[in-house]
């Protein structure tokens, strides 16, 4: 059974950083292009960054310069690192995994910027 366990999630004030994790099992985690996406109230969900297999990286114009996204893959993790944090970085955070026609979701994680 595959699972996506994300953590870290909680309340910063604007401008401030977060860290968030998700632990993946039931796959052959190396293999697996990772991503986070988000969806903030009344918005469609949007991909945030990706990180492929062999590490190649990719975000999304609001979080460039921002967000980092690392793996893990002795620990079955994927990393998101959340700088400078504004009102509009307020969502749910979403750790998805993908191989092939595989796609795997996680439960979502909240973060909420306010002052």
């Known amino acids: 059974q595959v699972q996506l366990v994300e953590s870290g999630g909680g309340l910063v004030q604007p401008g401030g950083s977060l860290g968030l994790s998700c632990a993946a099992s039931g796959i052959i985690f190396y293999l697996y292009d990772m991503a986070w996406y988000r969806q903030a109230p009344g918005k469609q969900r949007e991909l945030v960054a990706t990180i492929t297999s062999v590490h190649y990286t990719n975000y999304a114009d609001s979080v460039k310069g921002r967000f980092t996204i690392s793996r893990d893959n002795a620990k079955n993790t994927v990393y998101l690192q959340m700088n400078s944090l504004n009102l509009e970085d307020t969502a749910v955070y979403y750790c998805?995994?993908?191989?092939?026609?595989?796609?795997?979701w996680g439960q979502g994680t909240q973060v909420t910027v306010s002052s």
């Open positions: 998805n995994s993908r191989f092939g026609r595989e796609n795997h």
